[in-house]
């Protein structure tokens, strides 16, 4: 190759790398591949909106920990392509309802650890693609069912870590592929009976660390693909009989930490799969169990299941005074005076 055609080499490659250099907007940094192009604007402080000059070519947009407090109604118009887009740990108050018009192939938006109290109505009109959808941490007090009903798509929804206290019966009744729910770390203290009627295809419900008491009969019938099923650390007292009958899918249940004293007889004895995947499935530690007769099928039960079992060895009598604190597995029939 003569001296010319490697010079006319050398100022096109030039001219290629300096235009992909001028399309990363400022203070962030680009990746770009033949399919792939990443735009990640993290921990900078002084990025207070949504940076200008953002590739028409981004798949993949990260902007965390930056001091961006709204979102602007053309702040990603033309991102045909966009596929990812983290707004996690910014200090978003205000979205516009045209925020997200133009990314119809948007698959992922996680707006964790902001500052939203509501989502605009019409938000996610063109987000039919969406699968995930992160609103955690953020200062929501009331669920409108109408943010979802664009979302056929949608398999992940995380509500954990807000200020909801109820929900309305048609929350999610248009999310028919939803596969994983996270509502823990509200201030929920009960739920309506049908709240999960249309979620066929839900593996696994997180309603941890909320404020519940009790549950309606019947309020997991139609969640037949259920996993996973988290109710730790509320206030429950009482399970109505035949409660999981339907659940027959169940792998993992944690009932720890909450008011139990007795449950009901036969409770667990459909549940022939609890364990089957990591061997232990069920957590009841942390209850304040009074072991007297009315535990004898729970504690035939955990003798049978004891391997199946997390903190079996915390899972203890509260009552009377002269088995507190003993391990309901150790237990003979004797000393529940039978």
């Given amino acids: 190759m003569d001296a010319c055609k490697i010079t006319a080499v050398l100022f096109l490659s030039y001219i290629c790398f300096s235009s992909s250099v001028t399309l990363c907007p400022e203070h962030c940094t680009c990746y770009f591949s033949s399919s792939v192009t990443s735009v990640i604007c993290v921990s900078v402080e002084s990025l207070h909106e949504v940076p200008e000059n953002i590739p028409s070519s981004a798949t993949s947009i990260s902007l965390e920990f930056t001091n961006i407090s709204s979102l602007k109604e053309n702040d990603f118009a033309g991102l045909f392509q966009l596929q990812d887009l983290n707004l996690a740990s910014n200090k978003l108050t205000n979205i516009s309802s045209g925020a997200l018009k133009d990314l119809h192939q948007l698959r992922t938006l996680d707006l964790t650890n902001n500052l939203l109290d509501t989502v605009p109505p019409g938000l996610f009109n063109s987000s039919l693609n969406l699968t995930t959808?992160?609103?955690?941490?953020?200062?929501?007090?009331?669920?409108?069912?109408?943010?979802?009903?664009?979302?056929?798509?949608?398999?992940?929804?995380?509500?954990?870590?807000?200020?909801?206290?109820?929900?309305?019966?048609?929350?999610?009744?248009?999310?028919?592929?939803?596969?994983?729910?996270?509502?823990?770390?509200?201030?929920?203290?009960?739920?309506?009976?049908?709240?999960f009627h249309k979620?066929?295809?839900?593996?696994?419900?997180?309603?941890?660390?909320?404020?519940?008491?009790?549950?309606?009969?019947?309020?997991?019938?139609?969640?037949?693909?259920?996993?996973?099923?988290?109710?730790?650390?509320n206030k429950i007292r009482m399970i109505p009989v035949g409660l999981f009958n339907k659940l027959l899918k169940l792998d993992t249940m944690d009932l720890s930490e909450n008011?139990?004293?007795?449950?009901?007889?036969?409770?667990?004895?459909?549940?022939?799969?609890?364990?089957?995947?990591?061997?232990?499935?069920?957590?009841?530690?942390?209850?304040?169990?009074?072991?007297?007769?009315?535990?004898?099928?729970?504690?035939?039960?955990?003798?049978?299941?004891?391997?199946?079992?997390?903190?079996?060895?915390?899972?203890v009598c509260a009552k009377p005074e002269t088995l507190n604190g003993k391990q309901i597995k150790t237990l003979s029939e004797l000393e529940l005076m039978c």
């Fill in 133 to 195: 959808l992160v609103l955690q941490g953020n200062k929501l007090q009331a669920v409108n069912p109408s943010w979802f009903h664009h979302l056929h798509s949608l398999q992940s929804l995380d509500l954990s870590n807000n200020m909801l206290k109820s929900l309305p019966l048609d929350s999610f009744q248009t999310l028919t592929d939803l596969t994983t729910l996270d509502l823990s770390s509200n201030k929920f203290e009960k739920l309506p009976v049908t709240l």
């Fill in 199 to 233: 979620l066929a295809k839900l593996e696994r419900l997180n309603l941890g660390n909320n404020q519940l008491h009790s549950f309606l009969p019947g309020t997991f019938d139609h969640v037949l693909n259920l996993e996973y099923l988290f109710l730790n650390g």
């Fill in 259 to 315: 008011n139990l004293e007795s449950l009901p007889p036969g409770l667990f004895d459909k549940l022939q799969r609890i364990g089957a995947k990591w061997e232990q499935g069920l957590d009841l530690s942390l209850n304040p169990w009074v072991c007297n007769c009315d535990l004898k099928h729970l504690w035939h039960w955990i003798t049978i299941n004891s391997e199946k079992m997390y903190s079996v060895n915390s899972t």
